[in-house]
């Protein structure tokens, strides 16, 4: 199994909702990532776990909340979000994390969110 | 930081051969991956270069210079299916952090 499955495909939600994004992989992987991709832009690194612990959080606002409840799972708690932060998110997870030695990241097909 | 620069958009034949640059300035670099990303879809692997030279993989090939922070990615016998986003993203430091860039949008015309 090389899949990583993230629920739902697609989220319509007010600014003063709380949801949850959830991806999970049973590939093994210890490493597992958000990102957020606006359309026609890149990917944009969010969040990082390692051994379900925290690695990386690049800067991310706290309406955005990460979670690790297992080494298969990962969800992103959302909570009075904006306009713009209408994009699809991405979970991926890699093998490990490493100082030198790259992990192929593989990636769920994302949840298209839309804040009204 | 990161300085990371790509075409935008790229335009070839199919059958033809084709090769997309990058190139980086990356703090810390350790490597570089390139990504394939279809419309509406999630990025998928395509190869990626730790040390200087030519990686190949079926029709898919991709060079590194550390020294001139330059990479391409070569594309033979092009196919109609191979029209998608072709995204480089250089590898730094810990934490298998991957900074992509913007993304070069590749069209496969008949």
């Known amino acids: 199994d090389t899949e990583v499955t993230q629920t739902p495909k697609h989220l319509v939600m007010g600014m003063t909702n709380k949801k949850s994004l959830k991806c999970e992989q049973h590939?093994?992987?210890?490493?597992m990532y958000w990102y957020k991709q606006k359309a026609k832009k890149p990917p944009e690194l969010m969040f990082v776990y390692s051994y379900e612990k925290l690695s990386i959080n690049e800067s991310v606002p706290s309406r955005f909340s990460p979670e690790c409840p297992n080494s298969s799972l990962l969800n992103l708690h959302l909570h009075a979000l904006q306009p713009e932060d209408s994009a699809l998110y991405l979970c991926?997870?890699?093998?490990?994390?490493?100082?030198?030695?790259?992990?192929?990241?593989?990636f769920g097909p994302g949840t298209r969110l839309t804040v009204l | 930081g990161q300085n990371i620069d790509q075409p935008t958009e790229m335009t070839a034949t199919e059958g033809a051969i084709v090769q997309i640059n990058c190139t980086y300035q990356?703090?810390?670099?350790?490597?570089l991956f390139w990504y394939q990303q279809h419309a509406g879809e999630a990025p998928t692997f395509l190869s990626y270069?730790?040390?200087?030279g030519l990686e190949e993989k079926g029709r898919f090939s991709s060079f590194l210079s550390r020294s001139k922070g330059y990479s391409y990615l070569l594309l033979k016998e092009l196919q109609m299916k191979d029209s998608a986003s072709y995204l480089c993203?250089?590898?730094?430091?810990?934490?298998?952090?991957?900074?992509f860039g913007t993304g070069t949008q590749l069209k496969v015309e008949l």
């Open positions: 993203a250089p590898f730094a430091g810990g934490g298998n952090k991957l900074t």
């Open positions: 590939m093994g992987h210890r490493a």
């Open positions: 270069n730790v040390l200087d």
């Open positions: 991926a997870s890699s093998q490990e994390l490493t100082v030198r030695t790259p992990f192929e990241q593989f």
């Open positions: 990356t703090s810390g670099f350790n490597g």
